[in-house]
């Protein structure tokens, strides 16, 4: 692994991958180098703390690409059965699982599958946790720490919203049956920066004292934003040290999702026709609803490679995707030439949250899922036809 550099805001890809010209589209495509670059950053926190760290498969899983996260990272945190199996089938490492509510199928289930079962409630923790601790699995419990230090969406992304369904109040914490439990668990944020991951883990060691003198571990969840130009991975170094000085008898365990794969891939897609209503419009062969559902959800806006805002460039346009739906419109962007028929569109940042979470809304094709290596070679890891389709439906 290469010394980590730090990450500044030209760190992020703004040139062209060199990508082959008779690539189909749309794809997703990971781009192992900028990967390698953010598993540097994983791999100093860890050496530098001796924490662990797993990545959490809700925000992204390529398993073509988990041999080369496995010597970096401990392994994998899934939000349910099947990202527990994907992680162990395909990662190997340990797997960790958070889900807000079992059935006592899932949690049998489970027991083969995950090292780490984290329940959301004492009534929870009281059902199930005598079957995990007799099969060998470390029972931990989620609490609601109070800390909101959430970037994106607002409430929409804050596990400690009023009203959250997740994690355990701290006014209930005396309910816990505490000797039963292993880690303790806060997750609290999204997209933060330094001053988040330090601020919550401050939070943690401040109001959480005598629970966390009762466990084993701790785990800070995900959220942290490790690889954001901005982000100071220094700072979230100099917090982990000062909490593990305060309680060296504890494991420490991130679970970043995002923040492992954030600036690390293109969505690619190709310019099906152009018209004029008022505006310029273009359609692509992609769309927000079915294959970027943040850009709708969150809401947010991608860069595309080489465009600008609106009226910025010469050539402004419209750009929509190939559905039914009036709101399938990714944005407004501008480009020095006119779009036309088989233009190439290279969105970034386009890892986290895509491929897991998009649909097949309309019946509309998946991307291909590619890969682009170091040294120029493309490789189609899995590519989505009708049977594909078909299969998802039952
Ligand atoms: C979503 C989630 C993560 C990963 O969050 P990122 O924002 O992708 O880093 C980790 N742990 C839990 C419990 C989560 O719900």
Redesign the pocket.
């Given at each position: 692994m290469t010394a980590p550099t730090p990450h500044t805001a030209t760190s992020r890809p703004s040139a062209l991958p060199n990508l082959p010209e008779d690539i189909e589209t749309p794809a997703y495509v990971l781009d192992v180098a900028l990967l390698k670059r953010n598993l540097a950053t994983a791999e100093r926190i860890k050496r530098e703390t001796g924490i662990k760290m797993l990545l959490?498969t809700?925000?992204w899983a390529m398993p073509a690409v988990f041999p080369l996260m496995r010597d970096t990272l401990d392994g994998t945190?899934a939000?349910g059965l099947y990202e527990a199996l994907l992680g162990r089938e395909e990662f190997g490492k340990e797997v960790h699982v958070?889900t807000p509510a079992y059935t006592e199928q899932e949690v049998e289930e489970l027991t083969f599958v995950a090292d780490h079962i984290y329940f959301n409630t004492p009534a929870q923790l009281r059902r199930f946790g005598p079957m995990a601790q007799a099969a060998g699995v470390h029972a931990g419990i989620r609490i609601n720490p109070g800390f909101s230090m959430a970037t994106l969406g607002g409430d929409l992304y804050n596990p400690c919203a009023p009203g959250s369904r997740f994690g355990t109040p701290a006014d209930q914490l005396e309910e816990v049956p505490w000797d039963g439990v292993h880690t303790l668990h806060a997750?609290a944020l999204?997209?933060a920066t330094h001053e988040g991951s330090a601020g919550l883990i401050a939070h943690v060691a401040r109001n959480f004292a005598s629970y966390l003198k009762r466990v084993k571990a701790v785990n800070f969840?995900?959220?942290?934003f490790i690889n954001k130009p901005g982000y100071d991975v220094g700072k979230l170094i100099a917090a982990l040290k000062d909490f593990r000085a305060g309680f060296p008898h504890l494991d420490v365990i991130l679970?970043?999702?995002?923040?492992l794969v954030v600036d690390t891939g293109y969505l690619v897609a190709t310019v099906l026709d152009t018209m004029k209503n008022g505006s310029d419009i273009a359609i692509l062969d992609t769309s927000a609803s079915t294959h970027m559902p943040d850009v709708l959800e969150v809401p947010y806006r991608p860069e595309i490679i080489g465009a600008g805002e609106p009226g910025e460039k010469a050539h402004t346009y419209i750009l929509g995707g190939k559905t039914c739906m009036t709101g399938d419109v990714i944005g407004t962007y501008s480009f020095d030439q006119p779009l036309k028929l088989g233009d190439r569109l290279v969105f970034t940042d386009m890892m986290?949250y895509s491929f897991v979470k998009n649909t097949t809304f309309n019946g509309t094709p998946l991307p291909d899922l590619a890969m682009l290596d170091e040294d120029g070679t493309y490789r189609v890891v899995k590519s989505y036809g009708y049977q594909q389709f078909r299969e998802r439906l039952g």
């Amino acid at each position: 692994m290469t010394a980590p550099t730090p990450h500044t805001a030209t760190s992020r890809p703004s040139a062209l991958p060199n990508l082959p010209e008779d690539i189909e589209t749309p794809a997703y495509v990971l781009d192992v180098a900028l990967l390698k670059r953010n598993l540097a950053t994983a791999e100093r926190i860890k050496r530098e703390t001796g924490i662990k760290m797993l990545l959490a498969t809700k925000a992204w899983a390529m398993p073509a690409v988990f041999p080369l996260m496995r010597d970096t990272l401990d392994g994998t945190t899934a939000s349910g059965l099947y990202e527990a199996l994907l992680g162990r089938e395909e990662f190997g490492k340990e797997v960790h699982v958070y889900t807000p509510a079992y059935t006592e199928q899932e949690v049998e289930e489970l027991t083969f599958v995950a090292d780490h079962i984290y329940f959301n409630t004492p009534a929870q923790l009281r059902r199930f946790g005598p079957m995990a601790q007799a099969a060998g699995v470390h029972a931990g419990i989620r609490i609601n720490p109070g800390f909101s230090m959430a970037t994106l969406g607002g409430d929409l992304y804050n596990p400690c919203a009023p009203g959250s369904r997740f994690g355990t109040p701290a006014d209930q914490l005396e309910e816990v049956p505490w000797d039963g439990v292993h880690t303790l668990h806060a997750h609290a944020l999204c997209e933060a920066t330094h001053e988040g991951s330090a601020g919550l883990i401050a939070h943690v060691a401040r109001n959480f004292a005598s629970y966390l003198k009762r466990v084993k571990a701790v785990n800070f969840g995900g959220g942290h934003f490790i690889n954001k130009p901005g982000y100071d991975v220094g700072k979230l170094i100099a917090a982990l040290k000062d909490f593990r000085a305060g309680f060296p008898h504890l494991d420490v365990i991130l679970e970043p999702g995002a923040g492992l794969v954030v600036d690390t891939g293109y969505l690619v897609a190709t310019v099906l026709d152009t018209m004029k209503n008022g505006s310029d419009i273009a359609i692509l062969d992609t769309s927000a609803s079915t294959h970027m559902p943040d850009v709708l959800e969150v809401p947010y806006r991608p860069e595309i490679i080489g465009a600008g805002e609106p009226g910025e460039k010469a050539h402004t346009y419209i750009l929509g995707g190939k559905t039914c739906m009036t709101g399938d419109v990714i944005g407004t962007y501008s480009f020095d030439q006119p779009l036309k028929l088989g233009d190439r569109l290279v969105f970034t940042d386009m890892m986290q949250y895509s491929f897991v979470k998009n649909t097949t809304f309309n019946g509309t094709p998946l991307p291909d899922l590619a890969m682009l290596d170091e040294d120029g070679t493309y490789r189609v890891v899995k590519s989505y036809g009708y049977q594909q389709f078909r299969e998802r439906l039952g």
